[in-house]
Structure formats: structure tokens, C-alpha cells
């Protein structure tokens, strides 16, 4: 069975673009969850969706949005990018929503350069 | 209010010798307990997780944690590490079920094996 799977894998942008990324679950995963990694920062938790709701969402701005498809593909768009959005976007799928007893897939993730 | 300590940022160890890489937390809810692993260039790979039961949880590749419910720890340990177990490895934490769902991670713990 094919793993997580990430698009692009490296992105360059400058500030003030957008951008959108792409994850496709495992298949039968319904669940998406995504994550940003910095090396300040740490892993910290942007958003989760299930069958095309959101579920949950961090402590990000407005700025950071997603959606999720009926094929449970999801994406994820950074509107007017700042320079401390440089990071490795991770996202990870689940069987169901994810709440302790589920165990997440991880994919390669996105690294985003903002110039 | 959760949060996930990983106590030591780095942790050199000779090939063949034991490692523990730890773990402390503190949350004021029942919670569920994770052990993962990123080699460079990759996501995150589950290696063990605590639910419930037995306090001593086997993963894979010879990894084991022990969960300690009055020192608030889950602490992975391997009795002889090799050259492949150099990575990052991520401790994390979610609520019980019926809590808001939120994985928190630990800022990680880089195990460098040397030979």
C-alpha cells in the first residue's frame, strides 16, 4: 500500500505570494492532519481534517487555511507569505480522526523557502 | 494546559552501547503517549505508543519506553543502539478521546551514533 505522499517536495517563493500544497492520504485514511516544522519551533499543529470538515486547528493565522476533498486528499494554502513561513510542512494520515487511539502516518513533507 | 519536555536537544552515544532519550510531561487529563522517529530527509515514523495496560511498551527496531504515571515520563530506551538509529526522535502527547483532539510534540532529541 502506497504511503503519504506530498506535493512538491521543495518550493521556493518570495514574500507576499500564495502557495498550496498537496497530501494524499493512504488509501482508506479519512483523517488529514498538518504540521510545521521549524527548527525554532519545533512541530507544531496546523489543522486536521475528517471527511471534508475541519476538526481542529492550532494557534496559526488566517493566513494558513486548508480543505480536504471526498477523496480525502487534502491541501493546505499559505495566503501573503512572511519569511518565518519557511519550514518543512508535514502532513499525516489516520484511519479516523485522530485522538490517541489512531496512529498517524507521516509523509516526506514540503520544505517551503521564502525568499 | 499540556506540555511535552524532551530534556537533552542532543545525545551522542558509541555504536553497541545503551541509549535513553527522555521524556516528561504534564497534562491534567488522562493522555495517550508517543515515541517517533525522523531520519533526515523523511517524515515522522511511529516507533511505540502508550494507551493503556502495561507500563512497558516495545516498538520497533529494539526501541522501548517505560510509562511512569507519579514522575509524569515516558522515556525511550534501547539496550545497543547502531549506525541507522541516527536520527531525531519526537515525543508526543494527545488528550483522552473525549478531550479536544491535539497532538503535542516534544522539540525533539537528536541521537547521533558514533562508531
Known amino acids: 500500500k502506497a504511503g503519504v505522499t506530498q506535493t512538491p517536495r521543495y518550493l521556493i517563493k518570495t514574500r507576499g505570494q500564495q502557495v498550496t500544497l498537496s497530501c494524499s492520504p493512504i488509501?482508506?485514511?479519512?483523517?488529514v492532519s498538518w504540521y510545521q516544522q521549524t527548527p525554532g519551533q519545533g512541530l507544531q499543529f496546523l489543522f486536521e481534517?475528517?471527511?471534508?470538515?475541519?476538526?481542529n486547528k492550532g494557534n496559526f493565522p488566517g493566513r494558513f487555511s486548508g480543505r480536504q476533498f471526498s477523496n480525502s486528499r487534502s491541501e493546505m494554502n499559505v495566503s501573503t507569505l512572511e519569511l518565518g513561513d519557511s519550514a518543512l510542512y508535514l502532513c499525516?494520515?489516520?484511519?479516523?480522526?485522530?485522538?490517541?487511539?489512531?496512529?498517524?502516518?507521516f509523509g516526506p513533507g514540503t520544505r517551503l523557502l521564502v525568499l | 494546559a499540556q506540555s511535552v519536555t524532551q530534556l537533552d536537544s542532543q545525545v551522542p552515544v558509541f555504536e553497541e552501547a545503551p541509549v535513553e532519550l527522555r521524556c516528561n510531561y504534564s497534562?491534567?487529563?488522562?493522555?495517550?503517549l508517543f515515541w517517533y522517529v525522523q531520519y533526515p530527509n523523511q517524515g515522522l515514523q511511529l516507533l511505540l505508543k502508550?494507551?493503556?495496560?502495561?507500563?512497558l511498551v516495545k516498538g520497533i527496531n529494539g526501541f522501548e519506553a517505560e510509562f511512569n504515571k507519579s514522575q509524569t515520563s515516558f522515556h525511550l530506551r534501547k539496550p545497543s543502539v547502531h549506525i541507522s538509529d541516527t536520527a531525531e526522535y519526537f515525543c508526543?502527547?494527545?488528550?483522552?478521546?473525549?478531550?479536544?483532539?491535539?497532538?503535542?510534540f516534544g522539540t525533539g532529541t537528536r541521537l547521533k551514533v558514533l562508531a
Open positions: 508526543a502527547v494527545t488528550p483522552d478521546p473525549s478531550g479536544t483532539y491535539k497532538y503535542i
Open positions: 481534517y475528517f471527511s471534508e470538515t475541519q476538526r
Open positions: 497534562s491534567s487529563v488522562s493522555v495517550y
Open positions: 499525516a494520515s489516520s484511519l479516523a480522526p485522530s485522538g490517541g487511539q489512531e496512529t498517524q502516518y
Open positions: 502508550y494507551l493503556s495496560g502495561s507500563t
Open positions: 488509501s482508506g485514511h479519512r483523517s
